[in-house]
Structure formats: C-alpha cells, structure tokens
C-alpha cells in the first residue's frame, strides 16, 4: 500500500481566498519510508501573506516572488500522489486548500475515500489528547526540538513517524519480523511481515484449580453458543 504523509503552507485560512505556497510529502509503502519525497514553494500570485500566517510559518512574500504558481507544478504534484492515499493531519484544513487549487485549474478534487486524517486518528486512539503534532511527539519520544517554525516537509517528516508510531511503530517491531526486498529497477520495497504466534515457553497458569472449574460451570450455563466455548479454560 502507497502513503503520502503530506502538509502545506498557505497564505492564511481562507481556502477560497487565500492560496497555498509550500507542499511536502513524503512516501511511504506498506508503512514504511522509501526515501522518496516531494517539496516546493508555489508564488501565490496576488494574494499576499497574512501576517498571522508569516509568524507560523516565516514565508515571505518576497521570498515567494520566483517561484512557480500552482499551474506550474500540479502535474509534478499529481505523478507524485498518483494512486497514493493523502494523510495529513487535520486534514480537512490541507484538502480545502488542495482542492481549491485543483478546482481553480478545472481539476477533479481528490476524493474524499484517499483522504486519511491523522488527527483523527489520534482522537480515537488519545481520547483525552492533547493530539497536536508537537503534542503527540512529545507522546511518542520523537524528536521535534528543530521545529521552531511550522515547514510543509518538516512537518510531514514529524507526521510520518507519528503516524508509523500510532499504528504500532517499534513497538510492533518486537513482535514482528520483516524481511525487506527490493524489486529489480524500482526504488519500491517489497515488505513481508511474518507473524509468530507461539511463545517459546507457555506462561504458567494463573487460576487455581476451584476458579478453573467455576469457569467451565458458568460457560455451561451460557450455552454452546458462548464464545469461551470456543476456547479451552
């Protein structure tokens, strides 16, 4: 499975106003990154930087002055997305903007099933949050000390392993044993992941013999149909 773990920088908060000018992604297959990543500043033409948004981000106007607008790098933007899931965090923020400029150009807008909010995510998984990218970070031991200003490819570096973190990261990797193999001319990695199920050495038990036969008398009075039937106490 394609990822691109993306951010973008805008002018302000207005996705029908204000314009984007700074897109990073960074690719990941089957979780894992590739090395492969996608940046560039975009000239928001007219629309000039809100101030609010200049202390987030420090992107100047005229520093944006040479770069190329949208129109002129959508079609690198586009082969680099192709057929790739887009996971931003709070990423209703990004698509608005995104789609704003695809609909500008008469583009499709991406549909919203490739869409993955990471924000979300953290949500469900930290109900009682904080769930900000410095927060979870923070969560998750990962380094963000270098963050003193908001970056479209910093910030989807930071994302990228927030994300591997939040579906398991090194923690699975204790449990899991993968075998990495490259295909002949691509830069894609194949990544096999083997399961393994048996413990060396089986725990010792912890009910006695009276909390055992309790067990087996209350899943008689449950029925054949109870699910401890299916397992042996």
Request: net charge negative; with cysteine; glycine share 8%.
């Amino acid at each position: 499975m394609r990822e691109i773990i993306f951010d973008t920088e805008t002018t302000g908060l207005d996705n029908k106003a204000d314009r984007v000018i700074e897109i990073g992604g960074i690719e990941l297959l089957n979780h894992f990154p590739t090395g492969r990543t996608f940046h560039v500043y975009i000239n928001p033409g007219d629309r000039k930087v809100h101030p609010d948004a200049l202390a987030v981000h420090g992107i100047t106007d005229e520093f944006l002055k040479d770069k190329p607008v949208f129109a002129e790098i959508v079609s690198d933007l586009q082969e680099f997305f192709d057929g790739a899931k887009w996971i931003a965090h709070n990423a209703s923020f990004d698509m608005g903007f995104i789609n704003a400029e695809f609909e500008r150009l008469s583009l499709a807008p991406v549909p919203s099933d490739m869409v993955i909010d990471t924000l979300a995510l953290a949500r469900r998984k930290h109900p009682m949050g904080p769930n900000s990218l410095d927060a979870l970070c923070r969560r998750y031991g990962i380094d963000n000390s270098h963050r003193t200003k908001h970056g479209a490819l910093l910030d989807s570096e930071l994302l990228a392993e927030v994300y591997i973190e939040m579906l398991g990261g090194r923690q699975a990797a204790l449990g899991l044993t993968t075998i990495e193999t490259r295909r002949n001319q691509s830069n894609e990695i194949d990544d096999v992941i083997e399961i393994s199920y048996d413990r060396p050495r089986a725990l010792a038990p912890r009910l006695s013999a009276a909390e055992v036969e309790g067990h087996a008398k209350l899943v008689g009075r449950l029925g054949g149909k109870a699910i401890w039937s299916k397992y042996d106490a």
